[in-house]
């Protein structure tokens, strides 16, 4: 049995002396960041582990002998893996400022003022935060609750100005003294402003800028559930340009879409302003009009005729639209205008016929 331990203890030691350097002295093995230093306990050299969490080591032997294996310049001291994480990584007090305890040099490039004024106290994370935004922030902070994490994206107003989106994901964890949160701040700006510009362009014509088919539908939807239950009246009237086919044909669609620019920005300033112009379809337009009787509705669709017959339209003279008027919160109302606008164009165009 004696002869057994021994043999266990002598293929110990071997394994022991496979992971040691070679050289005069006995040293730890190798630290697995740079390939030099003692390693006392773990896998990273003290220096290394210095770095990883942003505590700068003199004198550390790892960059130096990653530089001199390399041929590069020794690394600048306190550079740290943390440092290249896209984004900002901190650690905060959990309190009403989120006082920073840490974070690295990404949160100057972020809300362009150095990430030094941050740690030493004079700003917190929640001082710059965009103030109608906070409470986006606060509901996140409350949701999480002991120990949970937060996904919360609001803005940041930099101290030139200029406002950028953020994503903050943190946990909050026990410190010595109290709720921490460690967390990650990551500019999502341009991807918000991607976000922005599709949903527009879901509820909008790209041509002439004005509300879509899709737009008018849900707010003709809206205004006719508002007019039944307060007993108001609502109008809608659906616009046309007479022989816009001749126009493309003779002159180009270039010239053709000039001239349906130029009539969506008339469509515009004839409306009220508690009413909505939409291009619902080729040269098809409508002005739907809450609150707004038969009469007055015709009376906005004429002014919109004549302010067309009136001036050239793109650049062409002789440009003339016709006009449908319907009334009342009902289910047909949209139909009853565009049945009213196909009687104006039978009956010689350049006009507006009621429905």
Request: aromatic content about 4%.
């Amino acid at each position: 049995m004696d002869d057994a331990l021994a043999r266990l203890e002598r293929a110990a030691r071997e394994r022991g002396e496979a992971r040691r350097r070679p050289g005069p002295e006995r040293r730890s093995a190798v630290c697995e960041m740079c390939g030099g230093g003692d390693v006392t306990w773990g896998a990273m050299c003290q220096p290394c582990r210095g770095r990883l969490h942003g505590v700068p080591a003199p004198g550390g032997a790892g960059d130096d002998l990653r530089s001199a294996a390399s041929g590069r310049a020794p690394a600048r001291p306190g550079l740290s893996l943390i440092e290249n994480v896209p984004g900002v990584v901190y650690r905060c007090a959990d309190d009403v400022r989120r006082t920073v305890l840490f974070a690295t040099e990404g949160l100057g490039h972020l809300t362009g003022t150095p990430a030094a004024a941050f740690r030493g106290g004079a700003l917190g994370l929640a001082d710059v935060v965009h103030p109608e935004d906070r409470p986006v922030l606060d509901t996140a902070l409350a949701r999480a609750g002991a120990a949970g994490a937060i996904d919360a994206e609001y803005r940041v107003v930099r101290t030139d100005g200029a406002v950028r989106w953020v994503q903050d994901r943190a946990r909050r964890v026990a410190g010595d003294t109290g709720w921490i949160l460690d967390g990650l701040l990551v500019d999502v700006t341009e991807r918000r402003r991607a976000q922005d510009e599709l949903a527009w362009l879901a509820l909008h014509d790209p041509l002439t800028r004005l509300p879509n088919r899709r737009a008018l539908e849900a707010r003709l939807a809206m205004e006719t559930a508002r007019a039944r239950a307060a007993v108001q009246p609502l109008a809608l009237a659906v616009l046309d340009l007479d022989a816009f086919k001749a126009v493309n044909d003779a002159h180009g669609h270039g010239v053709g879409d000039r001239v349906l620019v130029d009539l969506a920005a008339r469509l515009r300033a004839g409306t009220p302003p508690e009413g909505l112009a939409a291009r619902i379809g080729g040269e098809e337009f409508v002005i739907l009009l809450p609150g707004r009787s038969l009469a007055s509705a015709l009376a906005v669709a004429e002014a919109v005729r004549r302010a067309v017959e009136a001036a050239p339209v793109g650049g062409l003279p002789g440009v003339t639209i016709s006009a449908g008027v319907a009334e009342g919160a009902r289910p047909d109302l949209l139909a009853a205008a565009d049945a009213a606008l196909y009687r104006a164009k039978r009956a010689g165009r350049n006009r507006v016929v009621t429905g």
